[in-house]
């Protein structure tokens, strides 16, 4: 019985929580900055150059401490979770459009209502972060 009551509520909660992230996940070429501040985030710029060194340490990162594989996947493409699908970092319009300021804004602030949480002074660096940022950009087109 008490195995029925909790996946009867894991299936409400995914029902109703997937239609809500679905609501809110409607374009994904939606920025998802605020309005308010996006053109000063779009604005802002690595400090650091870009370097193979770089992409690596980036890519060390994506893949493990992170976490960043668990959702986008091994080649980039995303995990389709139930109402919470990921970036697809392989789509060369989303990655002309999405500005590396707008990358770091997220990964400082999480996405609202789209699974994508903190993670810059939670699991990583700034530093840590623009590397992440570059090794996300060697995805385009593949």
Not at 9 to 25: D, M, P
Not at 70 to 91: A, E, I, M, Y
Not at 97 to 113: A, F, N, Q, Y
Request: glycine fraction near 10%.
């Amino acid at each position: 019985m008490f195995l029925l009551k909790k996946n009867m509520w894991i299936a409400i909660f995914l029902s109703v929580g997937s239609q809500s992230a679905l609501a809110f996940h409607k374009d994904v070429y939606e920025p998802r900055v605020p309005k308010e501040i996006i053109a000063q985030e779009q604005q802002v710029k690595s400090p650091y150059p870009v370097t193979p060194e770089r992409i690596e340490a980036g890519r060390k990162i994506y893949f493990g401490v992170g976490f960043c594989v668990t959702c986008h996947s091994k080649d980039g493409t995303g995990v389709n979770l139930p109402g919470h699908p990921s970036r697809d970092f392989t789509d060369a319009k989303w990655q002309k459009i999405r500005t590396d300021g707008e990358l770091m804004w997220v990964l400082k602030h999480g996405s609202p209502g789209t699974g994508m949480p903190i993670r810059v002074g939670t699991d990583i660096t700034e530093e840590d972060g623009w590397n992440v940022i570059q090794f996300i950009r060697t995805f385009e087109g593949k």
